[in-house]
């Protein structure tokens, strides 16, 4: 074993461990900062995968955009604890059982029997993963799916926006137009 | 990887990070001095010759303070939350070049930490994650006044990230390049706020608001939240939000000097290459300075008005100015 494949076997250890985390903490503050950490984590192995772009753009996505909204809501809604109780979880923990079962099941096939090339050599993947291979990728060959997607993303924000003017809209309604700006 | 480039990367590091510490228990005595001038007050001056020793005093005082941590907060991420703020910025400025490469008897060694083409976003990074510790703080300590104080600090500071970001886009446009060495190296034919006025101007602005700073220091406002995020908070954990900010202040205005004011460029530097890092903290008390007179003469203006102003000015000037600058660069070729 190389110094890349312990230093894989450590950061796949942490990114498993702070996925469980947050599955099975039931404080929902304590659940969002271990997801916050896991995508740390992933961070970091899209840089031993010589992945850099993709690896700064998932920190500051994710970690840094995402997970603060998430945090807000749970900390403005007071949502913090999860009720104690089974209640109608039991259907979908059996059915979680199953899926695992399943999961666990394939894995084990893959590695065991199959036994592909588990441990990726870095050095394989060359340069395709720095600024300006992604950059020249999304602008030329992938120039169409780019600008559809920015469309979208527009769309979604004129929607948000317009949700939370639809109150206000509707109070200036009902004063007679007083308070509309 | 020998173990000398090994020691070499850790002896740089360690630099960075004393240097990062001492820029900030200076930039109190700094800040009380020029504030104390600016208010025609005598300021600071007991401990030592120029009360240069005033740091060293606050920071005994601080230690030697009880500690409280209220009943009903969340104790592990209240004692984390201020471990949480200070690290972004005592890292940020890793990627920040302090000068050429030196020559010692033979042996070259670069006043660079790393000279990535990732500088720029490895920044936007970050910042992008310095928000937890301020919002965490200001959940776990139970209080209105801290909560209500976090949510500000998070809202404000995603807010103006975004005029902040895209304002670094443009000398990255210009330069085409992020890696700082390179950016810094392009501005040997003028310094970037030449070329990028808006940017820069965008840039000074939205830091201002990033750091919290008067007159965009809402999440402390004393008068509506007591001290905002930090109300619960007191010895050395306090002195650590206060060491965030101020170790905040004194990176971005590393960085600023960098991509806008030429970084450590500067008269002399062919003869004396040591001098870079001299050029380099000269600016960086230049940009301190304006912090502090801004600090001084202006007063705080209202949050929704805060709000409105990252969002409905300084970040749609920010994407024109980047769109002017792309067509620019695209018909003259870049440079």
Same mark, same amino acid.
């Given at each position: 074993m190389n110094l890349d494949t312990v230093f894989f076997l450590i950061l796949a250890a942490a990114a498993v461990i702070t996925a469980a985390g947050m599955l099975l903490n039931r404080n929902a503050i304590y659940a969002a900062l271990f997801l916050i950490l896991n995508f740390a984590t992933v961070g970091i192995i899209y840089f031993t995968l010589s992945a850099p772009f993709v690896a700064l753009t998932q920190v500051t996505v994710y970690a840094g955009a995402i997970m603060v909204l998430f945090l807000f809501v749970i900390m403005l809604l007071g949502a913090e604890k999860l009720p104690y109780g089974e209640g109608s979880l039991r259907t979908q923990r059996l059915v979680a059982i199953g899926l695992a079962v399943v999961l666990l099941v394939e894995a084990g096939y893959f590695m065991l029997?199959?036994?592909?090339?588990?441990?990726?050599?870095?050095?394989?993947?060359?340069?395709?993963?720095?600024v300006e291979q992604i950059g020249r990728a999304l602008f030329n060959i992938y120039i169409l799916p780019f600008e559809i997607t920015s469309l979208i993303l527009l769309a979604a924000v004129v929607g948000a926006i317009m949700l939370t003017r639809i109150e206000k809209i509707q109070r200036a309604g009902q004063t007679g137009g007083e308070e509309q700006r | 990887m020998e173990p000398g480039v090994i020691l070499e990367w850790v002896i740089k590091s360690v630099v960075i990070l004393i240097s990062m510490t001492a820029g900030f228990a200076y930039t109190t005595w700094y800040e009380r001095k020029v504030l104390a001038k600016m208010q025609v007050r005598i300021g600071p001056?007991?401990?030592?010759p120029f009360a240069l020793l005033q740091p060293v005093a606050d920071g005994i005082k601080l230690i030697f303070k009880e500690e409280l941590v209220p009943a009903e907060a969340d104790k592990l991420i209240f004692n984390l939350a201020p471990v949480i703020t200070v690290i972004p910025a005592l890292i940020v *400025? !890793?990627?920040?070049?302090?000068g050429g490469v030196l020559d010692i008897n033979g042996f070259k060694l670069s006043l660079a930490l790393t000279d990535t083409n990732l500088a720029i976003l490895y920044i936007m990074t970050v910042t992008s994650i310095s928000v937890y510790g301020i919002t965490l703080a200001g959940w776990s300590s139970n209080n209105k006044y801290a909560m209500l104080g976090g949510l500000r600090a998070t809202a404000q500071m995603i807010s103006y990230e975004l005029a902040l970001g895209l304002s670094l886009v443009g000398p990255v446009l210009v330069a085409g390049t992020m890696s700082l060495g390179k950016i810094v190296e392009m501005?040997?034919?003028?310094?970037?706020i030449l070329f990028q006025p808006v940017a820069a101007i965008i840039y000074f602005i939205a830091i201002i608001a990033e750091v919290n700073r008067a007159p965009f220091d809402m999440p402390e406002a004393e008068q509506e939240l *007591? !001290?905002?995020?930090?109300?619960?908070y007191s010895g050395m954990k306090f002195a650590l939000f206060f060491m965030a900010e101020y170790a905040k202040m004194v990176a971005v205005s590393m960085i600023g000097a960098t991509v806008f004011l030429?970084?450590?460029?500067?008269?002399?530097l062919d003869i004396a290459p040591w001098l870079g890092p001299v050029w380099l903290w000269v600016k960086v008390a230049v940009l301190l300075f304006v912090f502090i007179w801004i600090r001084a003469t202006s007063p705080r203006i209202r949050y929704d008005r805060l709000m409105a102003f990252g969002w409905k000015i300084l970040f749609p000037l920010a994407l024109a100015n980047v769109l002017v600058t792309a067509v620019v660069v695209a018909f003259m070729g870049g440079k």
């Open positions: 029997v199959k036994q592909p090339g588990l441990f990726l050599n870095p050095a394989q993947a060359g340069e395709f993963g720095t | 001056n007991r401990a030592g *400025t !890793a990627v920040v070049p302090w501005q040997q034919g003028g310094w970037f *007591t !001290a905002g995020y930090h109300t619960e030429g970084g450590y460029l500067g008269p002399f």
